[in-house]
């Protein structure tokens, strides 16, 4: 279900869904005879997500900025033959955007937006961008930087089993302060020449003068 509303400068979006899955298979962790845990996959009781979301635009302000902001909240409730989970994950999502003549730039950071499904937890990612262009006619030269703010670039994950639970992280160093250039060309050669073919089939051949014989 989705709702749009527009004030002015003012715009945004209220979302709305659910989802249920009845006797999905999902995983679970079982200890075997010789004591040690096996995960596999069976036959559950039944899993759900509800996902309310807002999303808020303010501009263009002088035709130069918007703003735009977007939350929501991730509910699951996961049931398995022996668990049943519930976990709530709430996210948000931030973006301006500048241009003024040729240049343009933008600024845009969002929060961990996790996924749950029968003990799993996965995370989403959390990062930040900045980047600014310059176009001068069909040449366009930009440089953007991933998360320049920070030290450190994780994901990961985590089991809710009962008998066998665990966490872990991956440590990316290399997606902080990372660089990137850009440059790119527009070619317009096709809509240039469906143009001069529409301009030939469209030629008057006819020289408007009516011949007749005695």
């Not at 933008?106 to 996924?115: A, D, I, S, V, Y």
Request: glycine share 8%.
């Amino acid at each position: 279900m989705e709702a749009d509303f527009r004030k002015g400068l003012f715009s945004g979006n209220v979302h709305l869904s659910y989802q249920y899955q009845h006797r999905p298979i999902m995983e679970e962790t079982i200890r075997d005879k010789n004591n040690s845990f096996v995960r596999t996959n069976a036959n559950q009781l039944s899993w759900q997500k509800l996902n309310p979301e807002l999303e808020l635009k303010l501009g263009p302000l002088k035709d130069i900025l918007t703003f735009s902001f977007s939350t929501g909240i991730n509910y699951y409730d996961s049931r398995g033959l022996d668990y049943h989970h519930t976990y709530t994950n709430w996210y948000y999502r931030a973006e301006v955007m500048a241009s003024y003549k040729r240049w343009s730039g933008f600024f845009q950071m969002e929060n961990h937006r996790n996924n749950f499904y029968g003990e799993t937890l996965s995370y989403g990612e959390s990062f930040h961008t900045l980047g600014l262009s310059y176009r001068y006619k069909r040449l366009n030269i930009g440089m953007m930087t991933l998360n320049p703010f920070v030290d450190n670039y994780r994901m990961g994950g985590e089991m809710f089993s009962k008998v066998a639970p665990s966490k872990n992280w991956w440590y990316v160093k290399e997606s902080c302060r990372l660089f990137v250039a850009k440059v790119s060309w527009n070619i317009s050669f096709g809509r240039k020449y469906e143009t001069m073919q529409k301009r030939v089939n469209n030629e008057d051949s006819n020289a408007g003068t009516l011949k007749s014989g005695k």
